[in-house]
């Protein structure tokens, strides 16, 4: 039966393509009529072949709730900043994924920006940043999405100025020109803090540099403030002449957020489950052993461990699962960078979220 039927349909195929170049006698001159038959049959069997296979459920592989169907990965590349260099430092992603076959590879970035930019191309799999990045990210189309939360920190944002400047209070800063990276967690502090004091954006002179760059700019004089992060922050409170004009306390209320591609996100949930609880587990060791990490950190970085020790001190550890409240914090800083036109369209963070069972199925466990 399926033969008589397979044979029925070459043969409409063989009258409907013939019809169809019945006037380019050019093309049907040149090729054999034998060998334009056979063509058009193996033309017709392959295009069956092809429906039918695409429409048999057993030839499709799906990614269900329960990723019964996922294929571990064989390598994770993980993108970091200086600031989350101790989960690499102490090797304990190899420790955990290696006996199960998955190589870790890390990658350094300046900033967050940077980092999701390379997530967005395919160089990484999964990384950290602040709350910002992913909006100027998921605004520029990229396939990233949210799969845990970093405890916020809001005394480790500062926006600094010269031990000499003028500049007295965050209303002194209308007109000066303030360095920190474009799209950073330093981008929405510097925001949140012009607005609570009655200032616009516009008020201001932004000039966005990374911030190894932000810092050369700063010692010279070219600038008149940065907005930024540890440890550069307290690096620059160290060596750099500054003082602290105000910081994120009472300001910020997100840490950030650790992300993965879409792809990585959806075919790799048994991967990601024992990272962040690696990462938890870290997260709660440093809470607990401060003096430690700085000296961990110091040589490391090649910060001194005083100045080390004050970034640490100021840190609250921790990471947490991506709940509806912090969605909604996220919402807010999507909609306030389009309000300002710093991103070319509105976005739904939810649009970047997983489901509910996805996120159920890897999230750390909060005490």
Not at 216 to 221: M, Q
Not at 344 to 353: D, G, L, R, S
Request: hydrophobic residues 40%; glycine residues 6%.
């Amino acid at each position: 039966m399926f033969k008589f039927g397979l044979k029925r349909i070459i043969v409409y195929w063989q009258k409907w393509v013939i019809f169809r170049f019945a006037n380019r006698k050019r093309l049907l001159s040149i090729v054999p009529k034998k060998f334009t038959m056979a063509f058009i049959t193996g033309l017709c069997v392959s295009l069956l072949f092809a429906a039918c296979t695409a429409n048999n459920p057993s030839n499709t592989t799906t990614v269900s709730a329960n990723n019964s169907n996922q294929t571990k990965a064989s390598l994770v590349r993980i993108g970091y900043q200086k600031s989350a260099i101790l989960l690499k430092s102490k090797e304990l992603l190899e420790k955990r994924l290696q006996p199960e076959g998955v190589s870790v590879e890390w990658i350094e970035f300046p900033a967050g920006p940077q980092l999701l930019e390379a997530m967005n191309v395919g160089s990484i799999d999964l990384g950290h940043t602040g709350e910002s990045p992913p909006i100027f990210a998921q605004a520029a189309g990229a396939a990233i999405t949210y799969i845990a939360g970093i405890a916020p920190s809001p005394a480790s944002s500062a926006i600094l100025v010269p031990k000499n400047s003028a500049i007295k209070t965050v209303n002194d800063l209308k007109g000066k020109k303030i360095a920190f990276q474009k799209g950073s967690s330093a981008h929405y502090m510097l925001v949140q803090v012009l607005e609570k004091s009655g200032l616009k954006y516009s008020d201001i002179q932004p000039i966005y540099l990374p911030p190894a760059d932000a810092r050369a700019a700063f010692v010279k004089g070219s600038v008149d403030a940065w907005s930024i992060w540890d440890p550069f922050y307290a690096a620059a409170e160290k060596s750099a002449d500054s003082r602290v004009l105000i910081d994120g306390t009472g300001i910020n209320r997100q840490g950030g957020y650790y992300l993965a591609s879409k792809n990585f996100a959806n075919q790799q949930s048994e991967t990601i489950k024992a990272i962040l609880e690696e990462i938890q587990n870290l997260e709660q060791w440093s809470d607990q052993n401060r003096n430690e990490v700085a000296a961990t950190l110091s040589p490391i970085l090649g910060i001194d461990l005083e100045t080390m020790q004050k970034s640490t001190n100021r840190k609250k550890f921790g990471i947490t699962p991506v709940t509806q409240d912090l969605i909604s914090l996220q919402q807010q800083v999507a909609d306030k960078f389009y309000e300002l036109k710093l991103i070319p369209k509105q976005i739904n963070v939810k649009e970047a979220m997983l489901t509910p069972e996805q996120y159920a199925a890897f999230s750390p466990k909060t005490k």
